[in-house]
Each structure stands twice: as structure tokens, then as C-alpha cells.
């Protein structure tokens, strides 16, 4: 079963792009990605790997998924 907590920048770009989100902003040391609907941009920083637990975390509660749900998502990739 795959960790929250050594989640790479790659795959954590890749997850996003397969939950429908979009880069609107990658320029500098922060990244920010959006879709239609979401109330909070998922902002990461592309300087730290892997992506600490905490941002995971947080971007979890943004998309409004379980933390299993995420899991299983990435698991698939």
C-alpha cells in the first residue's frame, strides 16, 4: 500500500492531472492547480521531495476525497 508520506513531485502531478485539476500557475518555487468546482487551489512546492505529508494532506481534504480514496487513485496510476 502506498504512503502519503513519500509521494514524488511526479507522481503528485500526475494524480492531480488524473483527478481533473490544471496547472494555472507553475512559475517560481510554488505550483498551483485548479479545475471547476474546487473551493481551495492545491499549492505545492516543487523544490521539496519527495512532497511532505502534511501538503498531501491538505490537498486530500481540498478535493473532498477520503485519504483511501486517494490511495486507491494513486495506486492505479
Known sequence: MK?????SVKEFRDILTLLGLHPLRTVGGHEI????GLKRAVVFQTH???IPEFIVRNAI???GM?????ISKLEEM
Open 3 to 7: 504512503k502519503l508520506s513519500n509521494i
Open 33 to 36: 492547480w485548479t479545475k471547476n
Open 48 to 50: 521539496v521531495e519527495p
Open 61 to 63: 481534504r481540498d478535493l
Open 66 to 70: 477520503s485519504r483511501d480514496e486517494f
